[in-house]
């Protein structure tokens, strides 16, 4: 059973920063690419980065360029989200998702996702 498990989300003021985590067990984690979604209330879930298998190409939404970076660490079998310049509009539910094909190249699509994690609630207020 594949488990991701997300960390970090929070109450933030506009301007600062947070850094979203997620662990991955039941697989193994360097084979596959992974990413980032948000689902804010009322609207669907939407891309905001991802990164491939061995970490060489990293991909982003245009609202997340510039101000998020993702980043993996195989080691450590995570992945995480360094928001910076956060703005009352990035506020969200924040989940973590793993590909269902190992090796893949390119972002990620939910068509793409094998497992999403739980979520974790990240809050900008102005």
């Known amino acids: 059973q594949v488990l991701l498990v997300e960390s970090g989300g929070g109450l933030v003021q506009a301007g600062g920063s947070l850094r979203l985590s997620c662990l991955v067990s039941?697989?193994?984690?360097?084979?596959?690419?992974m990413g980032w979604f948000r689902q804010a209330p009322g609207k669907e879930r939407e891309f905001v980065a991802s990164?491939?298998?061995?970490?060489?190409?990293?991909y982003y939404s245009d609202f997340a360029e510039g101000r998020f970076t993702i980043s993996r660490d195989n080691d450590k079998s995570t992945v995480y989200l360094q928001m910076n310049t956060l703005k009352p509009e990035d506020t969200a539910l924040y989940y973590c998702?793993?590909?269902?094909?190992?090796?893949?190249?390119?972002?990620?699509?939910?068509?793409?996702?094998?497992?999403w994690g739980q979520g974790t609630q990240v809050t900008v207020s102005s």
């Open positions: 998702a793993s590909a269902t094909t190992p090796y893949s190249s390119g972002r990620l699509y939910p068509d793409d996702i094998r497992s």
């Open positions: 990164i491939t298998w061995e970490g060489s190409n990293t």
């Open positions: 039941g697989r193994v984690f360097s084979r596959y690419s």
